[in-house]
């Protein structure tokens, strides 16, 4: 996920963001505050691998997507939706790594994408970005080569499990196609009554919605100079424009590795005592 704010930058925060994110910042008789939605061993695990919870940084942006119709019976991708959705995505996102920044984070983990829409803007939605801004004790930066801080999807347990084994995270990449199915003719609809028969029009439409997804997901990868991407997963949404518009939003934390030696760590038993 790229965004042109500089580093520091606070455009798009609300006032009362900024107040808040100024009031956990250590100063004078301020010892300062941190929030997080760490569970108690993801937070254990955190402070256990060097880093320290910084606050809850969140980005959002109400969106207004446009309209586009293709030709009914056209296999099409809706340029104009899957722009939309990538570039509000790239909002939320972008305000919460300010956020994080604001807070001198390395970087931002468990983050969560979210979309709603609200009863009184039929064609609105608003795109969350949320996640728990940390920091390394060691003095080191994590920070990505442009100077944004990491973002991933990583639990608390599978950050320190990754970073253990030699790797650290990069950014969160995704692709997004908004993508037409067009409606089969009634010649073929005829043709197919009754017969078990593969349908060439649907098939090809959805394989090609999320190659699509897929490969611009890698290309941001690619990009911020990846070895890989960890924990991918195309997921399928309607957002109500009707049965027949498709998106395909692909997602996954894109990861570096740091020696060339990696020691996964060996599992280890646990009894649950509280039972």
């Given at each position: 996920?790229?965004?042109?704010?500089?580093?520091?930058?606070?455009?798009?925060?609300?006032?009362?963001?900024?107040?808040?994110?100024?009031?956990?910042?250590?100063?004078?008789?301020?010892?300062?505050?941190?929030?997080?939605?760490?569970?108690?061993?993801?937070?254990?695990?955190?402070?256990?691998?060097?880093?320290?919870?910084?606050?809850?940084?969140?980005?959002?942006?109400?969106?207004?997507?446009?309209?586009?119709?293709?030709?009914?019976?056209?296999?099409?991708?809706?340029?104009?939706?899957?722009?939309?959705?990538?570039?509000?995505?790239?909002?939320?996102?972008?305000?919460?790594?300010?956020?994080?920044?604001?807070?001198?984070?390395d970087g931002v983990v468990g983050v969560r994408l979210e979309?709603?829409?609200?009863?009184?803007?039929?064609?609105?939605?608003?795109?969350?970005?949320?996640?728990?801004?940390?920091?390394?004790?060691?003095?080191?930066?994590?920070?990505?080569?442009?100077?944004?801080?990491?973002?991933?999807?990583?639990?608390?347990?599978?950050?320190?499990?990754?970073?253990?084994?030699?790797?650290?995270?990069?950014?969160?990449?995704?692709?997004?196609?908004?993508?037409?199915?067009g409606y089969q003719g009634l010649r073929q609809m005829f043709?197919?009554?009754?017969?078990?028969?593969?349908?060439?029009?649907y098939t090809q439409a959805l394989y090609t919605a999320r190659?699509?997804?897929?490969?611009?997901?890698?290309?941001?990868?690619?990009?911020?100079?990846?070895?890989?991407?960890?924990?991918?997963?195309?997921?399928?949404?309607?957002?109500?424009?009707?049965?027949?518009?498709?998106?395909?939003?692909?997602?996954?934390?894109?990861?570096?590795?740091?020696?060339?030696?990696?020691?996964?760590?060996?599992?280890?038993?646990?009894?649950?005592?509280?039972?």
């Open positions: 996920m790229h965004s042109t704010n500089k580093q520091g930058a606070m455009e798009g925060v609300p006032e009362l963001g900024r107040i808040r994110l100024s009031s956990m910042r250590p100063s004078g008789n301020n010892k300062g505050l941190f929030t997080s939605d760490l569970s108690v061993n993801e937070f254990l695990l955190v402070k256990e691998l060097g880093f320290d919870p910084l606050g809850l940084v969140v980005g959002s942006s109400i969106y207004h997507i446009g309209i586009q119709m293709p030709a009914m019976t056209v296999n099409k991708e809706l340029e104009v939706l899957s722009k939309a959705m990538y570039n509000a995505r790239s909002l939320a996102m972008a305000r919460m790594e300010e956020e994080a920044t604001a807070l001198g984070a979309v709603g829409r609200q009863e009184w803007g039929e064609n609105l939605a608003e795109f969350i970005a949320i996640g728990t801004a940390i920091r390394a004790r060691n003095g080191k930066s994590y920070r990505i080569p442009d100077g944004r801080p990491f973002t991933s999807e990583f639990s608390g347990q599978e950050f320190w499990t990754l970073m253990k084994a030699g790797y650290r995270p990069l950014s969160l990449v995704l692709g997004s196609c908004v993508y037409h199915v043709k197919t009554i009754g017969q078990n028969n593969e349908m060439p029009t190659e699509l997804a897929q490969t611009r997901m890698q290309q941001e990868a690619q990009q911020v100079g990846a070895d890989g991407v960890v924990g991918a997963r195309i997921v399928e949404f309607s957002h109500g424009w009707g049965s027949h518009v498709i998106e395909y939003f692909a997602l996954g934390t894109s990861v570096v590795a740091v020696n060339a030696e990696h020691a996964i760590p060996s599992p280890a038993l646990t009894i649950n005592l509280s039972q």
